[in-house]
């Protein structure tokens, strides 16, 4: 376990010890302040192109169980922990962390202040940094930090994760999800409940997935900016007047609200953890979601036949939206069974 070193873009150095990939990074920094669940964000494709910070002490503890993986490959660039627990125990456990990211080749780095850490996002913003093996970085290595942006998300996700064309031959209602990267969640419920699923890859146009004729459409999670995904944006508005219930989760929340003429804009440090809170406008309800995003919908700038459905108790951002002129929704956090059944009421038939 060598000495390592966490270069922020403001010039803040961070000094810990490597652990998991012998290896350096530069990502954009950002932290998770879910208490458990670090396997399911190990494998969030939400975090391309990023370095997570667990602001949890201890990390690891449960070892790592493949059942409870996200949705598919590790894609983020590094991993910032407390300490982690290099004797985990749990009856379903399969190997341990330092193992798991060396297998991934994910450069980790513990020993470090991460509440400091956290405080400096909190109060400067996301912002790209690196691990590095050496405290003082040259003009070239300080250009390339600076430089850094989380690009070509989708299309580099979706494209590992899709399973175009798959049919789960389930008797119930038809569904078309459309796979932005993160599809996994929302499809094995689905199929749980006796639909019939078929998965669409990411670059499908409009015609390609109502040639399904479902019952419904899901547009899934997925990372990255949102306004990137300009030729997505533009076959989702062709869905808009076709009169068949949809349902945006994450990614696809705030796909299809730019469809609809909305626009999205970058938090300052984002919503990501198991314990965010979430209000419903309308009634006194109100819960914990779990998240991982950086981007939100502009609540003022959403259309006419749309509403604010749901808020963030923390920051009063958008967390989801009604869309009064077509039968569709979304949201911004990992739904729950509520969140399914309503979309399941809005089709003809409903999952049996």
């Known amino acids: 376990m060598s000495e390592v070193y966490l270069v922020l873009e403001n010039g803040s150095v961070f000094k810990g010890k490597s652990f998991g990939y012998d290896g350096e990074a530069i990502g954009e920094l950002v932290f998770s302040t879910g208490m458990t669940g670090y396997m399911e964000a190990l494998s ?68 470090i202040d991460t509440r400091k850490l956290t405080r400096e996002i909190r109060e400067h913003g996301t912002m790209n940094a690196k691990i590095s093996k050496k405290a003082e970085l040259s003009e070239s290595e300080w250009a390339e930090i600076r430089s850094f942006k989380v690009s070509g998300a989708v299309e580099t996700v979706a494209a590992t994760s899709a399973k175009p064309e798959n ?52 547009l899934s999670r997925g990372p990255g900016d949102p306004a990137e995904n300009t030729k997505i944006v533009e076959q989702i508005s062709k869905l808009l007047d076709k009169n068949v219930p949809i349902l945006g989760i994450g990614l696809g ?11 999205t804009e970058k938090l300052n440090f984002g919503h990501r953890g198991n314990n965010q809170a979430v209000r419903e406008v309308n009634t006194t309800r109100a819960f914990v979601s779990t998240q991982n995003h950086g981007y939100i919908v502009k609540a003022d700038s959403l259309p006419e036949c749309a509403t604010m459905s ?11 939206i009604e869309y009064n002129c077509m039968p569709a929704f979304s949201i911004q956090f990992a739904p729950d069974e509520i969140i399914f059944n309503k979309f399941k009421s809005m089709m003809e038939g409903g999952c049996q």
Do not use: M
């Open 253 to 263: 929340h705030q796909l299809l609200a730019l469809a609809a003429g909305a626009k």
């Open 310 to 320: 749901h808020i963030n108790v923390n920051d009063g951002s958008c967390e989801g």
């Open 167 to 218: 049919k789960s031959g389930n008797p119930g209602a038809k569904v078309t999800v459309w796979d932005f990267g993160g599809a996994r969640t929302a499809t094995k419920w689905l199929e749980a409940n006796g639909c019939n699923v078929s998965v669409k890859p990411f670059n499908a146009t409009a015609d390609e997935v109502l040639a399904d004729k479902a019952d419904g459409i899901v």
């Open 44 to 111: 969030d494709p939400a975090y391309y192109g990023q370095i997570l910070l667990q602001t949890f002490p201890l990390i690891g503890n449960y070892g790592v169980i493949p059942e409870d993986f996200g949705t598919g490959p590790a894609h983020l660039k590094a991993y910032i922990v407390r300490d982690w627990c290099q004797e985990p125990s749990n009856f379903r456990n399969e190997g341990n962390l330092d193992s798991f990211l060396r297998e991934k080749k994910i450069p980790g780095l513990f020993g």
